[in-house]
């Protein structure tokens, strides 16, 4: 590629971030309760004024990441600390062990407790990011116990809210592809800001690796199965098993092939590669 060319591509790709950056700047951050209204129409007009948790976590470390990697602006810092405030004073369900809601309203009164914990992923990312940027430690102490809190409900701990298992165990149970994919994500993040744990972040980034291949690629069917039985077995009699999330799998490639880049596995690039691609 010429030079030129280059820059005419690198002109095109900021634009397009300046654009998006900006669309969310202007329109989504509520000046009023603190936050980000997440339901927004293409011209930037607020349709319902709920806010999903996971956004709020979501925006955070995205302004944080972008000062991370583009230097740091104050409106960019401050979008990401009041998406940090906002989730902090009324997202997290105190009575419930510190347990996320998945919805609140604009003014952050709590709509949905869900099951799962991707709300507090996203928490622990925007925490952590945050840190990397700004230094302050109470962010990455909640970092690391929204990190561990999701592991350990992941692996057997009584959920503090009481719902309970989505369907009944001893009729069905099984493994869920999005808990191993999205700790792998939320690993790599903790490995950027904070070293003096680096040893067990390391370790659950293998496991995450392990279970993704172990359970749910099956290279028998040619494709990357959403949800499995518990020693991973293809369950395709009835509809969840048969669940294929193409948005998944390219994360799911995104982040294992981030893994591969730090730790230097070839290997690994060469398998997600093959892997997932479909078999049409």
Known sequence: MDKAKLLEVQKSVREQL?????????????????????CLD???????TDKSVWMQGRCAWTFAWLCKNYGVRPEWLEASKSCLDFM??????????????????????????????YSESFYAMANAEYYG??????????????????WNLWHGMPDPTGLGAKTNPETRTGRGFGYPMIYLNMTAVMLGVDPERKALYE?????????????????????????VGPNGEARLEFTEGRVINPGHDIEGVWFL????????????????????????
């Open 18 to 38: 300046d654009g998006c950056v900006n669309f969310w700047l202007n329109n989504g951050i509520d000046k009023v309760n603190g936050g980000v209204y997440t």
């Open 42 to 48: 293409r011209e930037g007009k607020v349709y319902s």
């Open 88 to 117: 902090e004073k009324y997202c997290l369900n105190r009575e419930a062990g510190d347990r996320m809601y998945f919805t609140v309203t604009g003014d952050g009164k709590p709509l949905r407790q869900r099951r799962y914990f």
């Open 133 to 150: 940027v700004t230094g302050e430690k109470i962010c990455l102490e909640r970092a690391r116990r929204a990190y561990d809190m999701y």
């Open 203 to 227: 370790e659950r980034a293998k496991t995450c690796v392990s279970d993704i291949f172990e359970y749910h690629v099956h290279p028998e069917l040619g494709c990357l199965l959403e949800n």
């Open 257 to 280: 092939l981030e893994h591969a880049k730090r730790t230097g596995d070839k290997e690994l690039v060469e398998k997600s590669g093959v892997d997932f691609q479909p078999r049409l």
